[in-house]
T-cell receptor, first 114, second 110 residues
């Protein structure tokens, strides 16, 4: 069975500072990896995804993540955050191929401090 | 862009009531799903559906059932609501490469 661990439940960071949100996963097969973002009072939307190929994935709003198979990690980074990045971020994993169940982590609340 | 509409943003029900949560998607996707979101627990899959009249249990199906009579509509049913079903319910569609979510229904069971 697959699982996702988000190591930080809350991350406060000052505006224009860099941020890293950590995610580790567990699976016995090939996986797809995702980061979703949830702004207040909204549903989730896809930030970026790794399906195959280059391990460095770029997403919307200046975010990027790096797939590290040996460390089973998929950390999310942004070099300079804005107030508008305040949201909850969910790491997710699914087995590759066809329609497979997507398993989400518990979420990390990013609070950008002006 | 895909639009997923959940019929209610907020819902308050009493213990023992039968509750219907409705979800409609406008993209003719075959797959639809229901998650519940709780603080500290993230999103947990309740049920998903591959096609009309087809359903599969997710990780926490107990206390819930679903109905999919038409491709665009996927309903979550709480046969007898209980206080531990107070939660945010998220419906959506898509393949595992990309999921599209509605804005959620916050259900309170009193």
């Amino acid at each position: 069975a697959q699982s996702v661990t988000q190591l930080d439940s809350q991350v406060p960071v000052f505006e224009e500072a860099p941020v890293e949100l950590r995610c580790n996963y567990s699976s016995s097969v090939s996986v797809y990896l995702f980061w979703y973002v949830q702004y207040p009072n909204q549903g989730l939307q896809l930030l970026l995804k790794y399906l195959s190929g280059s391990t460095l994935v770029k997403g919307i709003n200046g975010f990027e993540a790096e797939f590290n198979k040996s460390q089973t990690s998929f950390h999310l980074r942004k070099p300079s955050v804005h107030i508008s990045d305040t949201a909850e971020y969910f790491c997710a994993v699914s087995e590759s191929g066809g329609y497979q169940k997507v398993t989400f982590g518990i979420g990390t609340k990013l609070q950008v401090i002006p | 862009d895909v639009k997923v509409t959940q019929s209610s943003r907020y819902l308050v029900k009493r213990t023992g009531e039968k509750v219907f949560l409705e979800c409609v998607q406008d993209m003719d996707h075959e797959n639809m799903f229901w998650y519940r979101q709780d603080p500290g627990l993230g999103l947990r899959l309740i049920y998903f559906s591959y096609d009309v009249k087809m359903k599969e249990k997710g990780d926490i199906p107990e206390g819930y059932s679903v109905s999919r009579e038409k491709k665009e509509r996927f309903s979550l049913i709480l046969e007898s609501a209980s206080t531990n079903q107070t939660s945010m319910y998220l419906c959506g569609t898509g393949l595992n490469e990309k999921l599209f979510f509605g804005s959620g229904t916050q259900l309170s069971v009193l």
